[in-house]
């Protein structure tokens, strides 16, 4: 009797623990996992609109996790702004940050590397689908520290009406540095008491001119920094000559605006038929193809003694003080957006290069490039894209180029001393590094 | 007592914010900066000789000291004579007086925007100004000679209202039996003005020099829209140094150092205003 | 208020001559404003092509104030102003007080230290006051923006000056009708004080109003960034200027200071003469 009693009562303690576990196991955890990303900007176009769109689609599909991108301004800004939250100890979860910034990051421990999260085949296959190009400023030390997001390169966009004003041939872009220069002396026009009321070619040079110095020294044969980070070469031949090039575009052509050229401004620039041709990111094209209100064309940049063209754009970061769940939250997010189908979109959205060679294969995509040929430029330039100038205390030693190619642009020193100048200061910081 | 107590309060956090940070700032030049897992460590003037071997920031020095000659005696000129002319009463005074004291209400970074757009190469408003007037294009913000004087134009809009209030306080509280009797003994507007107004706003002239002088070193917001520091550092301002020094290069040492420049040249006017200006100054 | 006519006032070609370049500058003046204010009124295609015939819209206002969270914004910057003003009331009038009409041992080494404050400001100090933030565990608050002001130095040296010329006899005469100095303070002093509260005030709104760097370092995200700083991350340049937006940004940014001050300019310009009169 007893013993009945006490096996009844085992297989009825039984039974509840087997029907009450799994619904405790089942109880879904109210509160959503927040992760956190600041988001820069720093081409036109409604792209905040477009990230909270990419955050509410994501949300949908993952009810547990919330999104919350937090525009930070432009990406010297928004490096700012992760480095004061590490500092402060409330860093956010990821982030959009240069992909030049990766030394830096690490340098301040204040990212982590995404290798521990890639262990099925399935995200081991989707590391690898990123474009070669990207990938370097991306990874170091054997470790690949950022997924690029919003990659460019600098294309040369160009004004089809005017170059058949000018009896050029509105489908033949300049191939060459030469090619360039001549082209732009017949697309400078002057009024009658010598002003310009159109000039041939502008290339920025405010903010940050190396990146789109590093197009001409590219182009020239140099390069500007070692991948470990810790060298620069200003002040070497090629990259001088490239300088020289650009200077006497504006004093020796008369073909380049004189003074600084603002970055922001260039687009509006050519909307307003000031300038012919312009070297600015391929993540303009949507804004160009939105304002421009004429028959624009684009090219890859020329090429001095060969093409070529500095990667850019931000990168996703993951910071490190997360919970395992945030940091989980956001890999996937990180993952979701970077699907061909996304990186197709996004490539669409705004012209910045979609990120993976299937993301070109998609229907969509491939759709928009046979209705607008010049998305693929950026594309088809990358086999000549080499990585962006980055080294360890970045901002500094971009700094000291920044200085120094202002300097020479304005006529205060010449292309030889300024980077002589530049490349003793970029010494100076970088020497610690080497020890 | 009851005197410390009501002080209390007050003395605590100036202490805090004010006497606190100066000293420890004085620590902080004395050391380098802590960088990821290497802490802080004593470096003697290390972080001094690189300031003296910084070039950019004798250029920051000479810049500020440029822009304050630009901009302290031509605002405070400027908005003597707005006193005078609102003072008498020309027609639509109030509104001029509205005109004038404006700008001064706008947040600086409001103003730099609006300039910003004004100074924009060909199409901003001055270039269509100066386009009509037959003149060559400039590039005002972009070229290294106009650039810091651009920011003098900017920093004089903005000021110059606010000090012509006080200087018309002043004149309103001058009492008309001065120009009566001057009048009287044939002294002609000019000499009226030379000898006995200009003197008797000595203590207004000295309250707006002592402001111009802490906003020519205090305000940087300009820089940080319209130039950023550039070109090639043309503008870069003692406080815009530390803040990029500081805040974006997170080298916290130097920038401790250079804000020890800072305290210097505050500390040295405020001096030189204690001592030797106050016994210049003509009260009533 | 002119006590009289001065004797020297330009007549005829004088004053014409006076008058016409008073109104140059002020036209002059008053430019750069007005050709914002056009701009934010029409369409981005007319912003740099001036012509009257241009259609009127409120599309960029609409536009700005959606691309960005302006009114959290303007609620922070409403919340620090209040704070900061309130906070400095009373420190600022306890301490004016204090060295107004108590004898203490140090009072005038204290007072020389006060006047530090005038001219080494919280501002060239932010070094230093982001790491004392930071230990405070103040960052990224609004708190943590008006912290440093709160013990205003100008304030207190305005407030002393006032209290300084309060008449004894009505202090004494408080005291006699038995009240603690705390009362004499508030029944004598503070009424007696009210224009120079007054002038106080609206330097120490409009000064907070605009302050910009400080909060710049100190503030991280949209809950307790201040109007200020929102316009200017708004803004930056990076992102291909439109410039009827920026201009619709920034005076929309501008416009309650602006409003308050076109409706009460003879308060703000009577306040800031006062402030400025020994």
Redesign the interface.
């Known amino acids: 009797m007893l013993q009945r009693l006490i096996r009844n009562g085992f297989i009825a303690l039984f039974a509840i623990a087997g029907c009450v576990v799994p619904a405790l196991a089942q109880t879904p955890t109210t509160v959503p996992t927040e992760v956190s990303f600041y988001y820069p900007v720093a081409v036109g176009g409604p792209i905040t609109k477009i990230i909270d769109g990419l955050a509410a689609d994501f949300e949908k599909e993952n009810p547990g996790i919330k999104l919350k991108p937090i525009y930070s301004g432009s990406y010297q800004d928004s490096i700012t702004k992760a480095l004061t939250a590490v500092k402060s100890g409330e860093p956010p979860v990821a982030s959009i940050l240069l992909s030049t910034d990766m030394f830096t990051l690490i340098d301040e421990d204040a990212i982590q590397p995404f290798d521990e999260l890639v262990k099925t085949p399935e995200d081991k296959a989707w590391l690898k689908s990123f474009y070669p190009a990207f990938m370097e400023n991306s990874q170091t030390g054997g470790k690949t520290w950022g997924i690029p997001f919003q990659r460019s390169t600098i294309v040369l966009y160009y004004n089809k009406e005017m170059f058949k004003e000018a009896g050029l041939d509105p489908n033949r872009p300049p191939a060459t540095w030469k090619e360039m220069t001549e082209y732009a002396q017949k697309l400078t026009k002057r009024d009658a008491s010598g002003k310009v009321t159109q000039w041939g070619v502008q290339i920025p040079s405010s903010g940050f001119p190396y990146w789109l110095f590093q197009g001409l020294a590219i182009q020239n044969g140099g390069i500007l920094m070692n991948s470990a980070g810790t060298q620069t070469f200003y002040d070497k031949p090629e990259v001088i000559a490239a300088l020289q090039y650009w200077v006497d575009l504006v004093n020796k052509y008369k073909v380049h605006p004189e003074g600084i050229v603002e970055w922001g401004t260039t687009p509006k620039d050519f909307f307003e038929k000031k300038v012919a041709m312009v070297w600015t990111t391929t993540g303009n094209l949507t804004n160009f193809k939105t304002n421009a209100k004429m028959d624009f064309g684009v090219a890859m940049l020329p090429a001095g003694k060969q093409r070529g063209s500095p990667t850019g754009g931000g990168n996703f970061y993951l910071f490190k003080k997360s919970t395992p769940a945030q940091r989980d939250a956001a890999f996937k997010f990180i993952k979701w957006v970077t699907t061909p189908q996304r990186a197709a979109q996004w490539g669409i959205d705004t012209g910045y290069v979609a990120v993976r060679a299937d993301a070109w294969e998609t229907p969509a995509m491939k759709q928009y490039v046979a209705g607008f040929p010049p998305a693929a430029v950026a594309r088809d330039q990358l086999p000549y894209a080499k990585a962006e100038l980055s080294t360890h205390d970045n901002q500094r030693v971009t700094k000291a180029l920044n200085d120094g190619l202002q300097a020479a642009l304005t006529g205060t020193k010449t292309p030889e001393q300024a980077m002589k100048d530049a490349q003793v200061q970029s010494e100076r910081i970088l020497r610690t590094y080497r020890r | ?4 107590l ?2 209390l ?6 202490a ?7 000293l ?2 004085l620590w ?1 030049s004395f050391q380098s900066t802590p ?3 290497r802490p802080a460590a004593f470096v003697g003037l290390e972080n001094y000789q690189q300031l003296v071997e910084d070039p ?1 920031f004798w250029q920051a020095l000479s810049n500020n000291f440029w822009y304050a000659l630009g901009t302290i005696p031509v605002s405070i000129a400027l908005a003597l ?2 006193a005078v ?8 005074r109030g ?16 103003v730099a ?6 100074y ?6 001055l270039e ?1 100004f100066t ?1 009509a007037l ?1 003149m ?2 400039h ?1 005002w ?4 000679n106009t650039a810091l004087g651009a920011l003098m134009v900017v920093t004089v ?1 903005k000021e110059s ?2 000090f012509m ?2 200087y ?3 004149l ?2 001058m ?2 039996h001065l ?2 009797a001057a ?1 009287m003994e044939g002294a002609s ?1 000019w000499y ?1 003005f030379r000898r006995v107004t200009f003197p008797l706003l000595m ?2 002239t000295l ?1 707006v020099l ?1 402001n111009a002088v ?1 906003n020519a ?2 305000l ?2 300009h820089v ?2 319209m130039t ?1 520091g ?5 503008t870069e301002l003692l ?1 815009y140094y ?2 990029e020094i ?7 040492a130097y ?2 150092t250079l ?1 020890m420049v ?2 210097t040249i ?2 040295l ?2 001096l030189a205003q204690f001592f030797f200006l106050e016994r210049k100054v003509h009260y009533q | 208020m002119s006590a009289g006519i001065n004797v020297y006032e330009p007549r005829g070609v004088g004053r014409a001559l006076e008058t016409t370049g008073a109104w140059i500058l002020g036209v002059l003046w008053v430019l750069p404003l007005l050709y914002a204010f056009w701009t934010a009124f029409h369409p981005t295609e007319f912003s740099t092509h001036f012509s009257l015939s241009a259609p009127l819209t409120l599309a960029n206002f609409v536009t700005a104030w959606h691309a960005a969270p302006f009114a959290r914004y303007f609620l922070n910057t409403l919340l620090l102003v209040t704070m900061v003003l309130a906070a400095q009331l009373v420190l600022t009038t306890l301490a004016a007080y204090a060295f107004a009409r108590f004898e203490f041992p140090g009072r005038n080494a204290l007072f020389a230290l006060v006047l530090v404050q005038l001219m080494v400001m919280p501002d060239v100090l932010i070094v230093e006051n982001y790491r004392t933030m930071t230990m405070l565990g103040l960052k990224d608050t609004i708190t943590g923006i008006g912290l440093p002001y709160i013990a205003s130095a100008f304030g207190i040296f305005l407030l002393r000056q006032t209290f300084k010329g309060v008449p004894r006899e009505l202090d004494e005469a408080a005291r006699v009708e038995g009240c603690t100095p705390l009362q004499v303070l508030w029944k004598v002093y503070v009424p007696l004080a009210r224009p120079t509260y007054l002038a106080y005030a609206l330097v120490s709104v409009s000064y907070h109003w605009n302050n910009f760097l400080w909060p710049l370092i100190i503030t991280n995200s949209v809950e307790a960034r201040p109007v200020t700083v929102g316009l200017q991350v708004f803004s930056s340049t990076d992102q291909g200027i439109d410039w009827s937006i920026i201009t619709a940004a920034t005076l929309l940014s501008t416009a309650p200071l602006l409003i308050a001050f076109l409706l009460f300019q003879r308060q703000f310009v009577q306040s800031f003469m006062r402030a400025g009169i020994r």
């Open positions: 007592m009851y005197g410390w009501l002080l309060p007050a003395m605590a956090l100036l805090l914010f004010t006497h606190y940070p100066a420890a700032n902080h960088k990821g897992d950019i004579l707005m002319w609102v003072n008498d009463r020309i027609p639509g509104i001029l007086r509205l005109a004038f004291f404006t700008p001064t209400i706008l947040p600086m970074i409001a925007n609006i300039w910003l757009f004004f924009t190469p060909e199409y901003g408003l269509q386009g037959g060559p294009s590039n913000l972009g070229s290294k809009w209202g606010f209030i006080f018309l306080a002043a309103q509280s009492s008309p120009a009566d009048a507007r009226f203590p207004t309250f002592v802490i070193f205090r940087v917001d940080v829209v950023r550039g070109p090639d550092n043309a406080l530390v803040y500081g805040f974006r290069f997170w080298d916290s920038a401790a804000t800072l305290l505050l500390g006017v405020a």
